[in-house]
């Protein structure tokens, strides 16, 4: 009981403790690599073109109408309600999943998976919002390291059971919906933050940030927290973290390269079961997506771990990287389209995947070691918004049966391209940089040292 009481009364253990239970229950999706094959089988019985050119881009559409207020409400509402919202929203979908039949309801699913996935933004926003800023960097590695522990378990647990014992995909729904329902009882226990990062109250406007530096809890009533003189001081405060965000040319680089590698990434994820199935139908072979997936999740953990242990001067070499990186994933996406071998096509996820993970992490560790935390909060979302846009660009024109509708492998022939053009962007830009550098230094050498009066 002493033990509790002291976990309960640490400023960062306890909070940090309980988020990284949910994040490992609520990521503990054990059908969610097999989505797809659900869909097309005979449970749902959807076909292949409808699930492609219909069902998915309404996640996508979805996804962009609803991102920018749920931005501004997990602030505004500090996060928590913002969290349990996330987790009732993934038990109705899973509810969905197994007892609601036809197209109409897999619509429905569809927008429901949209609020899952533009609530994730409270996940990281809640945590630095009630622990001191010394310990953000301890936290998050705590957090995604909860988050990659669920995902492995459950897509490795749903492999095991899928090809060991034949357990049927609706058992797997019914699997993960009791363990949603495990995760729904998990947030009650979160500590409520006492201030937001926007949002801050009429007494905390006008004390600004001595007040934070001096450890003051900020308090006001409802009135005070909903008036408009706490709109306009949010306004203020997120103009100048705009200015600030982007003020720099290398800080617009790496969120241009942001936008543009998450969009294709967002669409290679989305459609690569149907990739799979278009390669070896799961109505006749056995699949092994959970493993895959797996494989994916700690691919992406040593790919981050890596680059938190490679001293490498990111700031010249950086842009070179995206555009080689690039240039992998864009030959992995090209493999994917092209070949007629499903383990050529898993291998080729398993590449594209752990370089988007090693670059993005790269990303954000460049842009949040330059940012303030409100900085970095809008710029994440700002960033996100952006390739949402283009996410659904690309959805609107390739994937949509209103548009060009195309079939599954040229939709990857298509996004190979586009990873081709961002490598070749930031290779010149990168070439250029690097060259620049170079120039710059042997100049400082020739000119040697200086004395300054």
């Known amino acids: 009981m002493r033990c509790w009481d002291k976990l309960r009364s640490s400023s960062w253990v306890y909070p940090t ?87 109409p309801a897999m619509t429905v699913l569809q927008v429901n998976y949209a609020v899952v996935t533009s609530t994730e933004v409270a996940y990281f926003s809640y945590i630095y ?38 357990m049927d995909y609706f058992h797997l729904n019914l699997i993960t919906l009791g363990i949603m329902f495990v995760a729904f009882t998990i947030p009650c226990y979160l500590p409520m933050p006492k201030r937001s990062i ?19 809890e900020v308090t006001d009533g409802s009135g005070s927290w909903y008036s408009w003189d706490n709109v306009a001081h949010a306004r203020q405060l997120l103009q100048r973290s705009f200015r600030e965000s982007y003020s720099s040319w290398h800080l617009i680089y790496w969120s241009l390269w942001w936008a543009l590698a998450t969009a294709g990434y967002g669409q290679v994820f989305n459609y690569i079961q149907l990739m799979w199935d278009h390669i070896e139908p799961s109505a006749t072979s056995s699949i092994y997506n959970g493993g895959v997936e797996a494989v994916c999740a700690l691919g992406g953990a040593a790919a981050a771990f890596a680059v938190g242990n490679v001293k490498v001067a990111w700031a010249v070499w950086g842009e070179l990287a995206l555009g080689l990186f690039s240039a992998v994933s864009a030959g992995a996406v090209f493999v994917m389209g092209l070949t007629s071998s499903i383990w050529v096509c898993y291998a080729g996820y398993v590449i594209f995947k752990a370089s988007y993970m090693l670059l993005i992490t790269i990303a954000t560790f460049q842009i949040a070691s330059n940012l303030s935390m409100e900085c970095y909060a809008l710029t994440f979302g700002i960033n996100t918004f952006a390739a949402l846009s283009l996410q659904t660009v690309l959805t609107a024109i390739v994937v949509d049966e209103a548009s060009l509708g195309l079939d599954i492998a040229t939709q990857f022939i298509v996004y190979g391209g586009y990873y081709a053009i961002i490598s070749v962007l930031f290779l010149i830009r990168g070439t250029y940089t690097v060259s620049e550098h170079r120039c710059w230094a042997g100049q400082t050498r020739d000119q040697g040292p200086t004395t300054h009066f």
């Open 17 to 103: 403790a309980v988020l990284s239970l949910y994040g490992f229950f609520a990521n503990c999706r054990v059908a969610e690599p097999f989505l797809t094959p659900y869909l097309i089988g005979p449970h749902k019985n959807i076909s292949e073109e409808v699930v492609t050119n219909y069902l998915f881009p309404i996640w996508t559409y979805s996804y962009l109408v609803i991102l920018v207020p749920v931005f501004l409400l997990t602030d505004l509402l500090r996060y928590k309600p913002i969290i349990i919202i996330q987790v009732l929203f993934l038990v109705t979908n899973y509810v969905l999943l197994c007892f609601a039949p036809g197209v």
């Open 129 to 166: 919002s009630v622990i001191p800023v010394e310990k953000y960097q301890l936290a998050t590695g705590y957090l995604r390291s909860a988050m990659l522990a669920g995902y492995t378990f459950g897509a490795t647990l749903g492999q095991l059971l899928v090809s060991l014992t034949g």
């Open 198 to 216: 926007f949002f801050k109250g009429n007494r905390a406007a006008a004390v600004g940030s001595q007040s934070q530096q001096e450890g003051a």
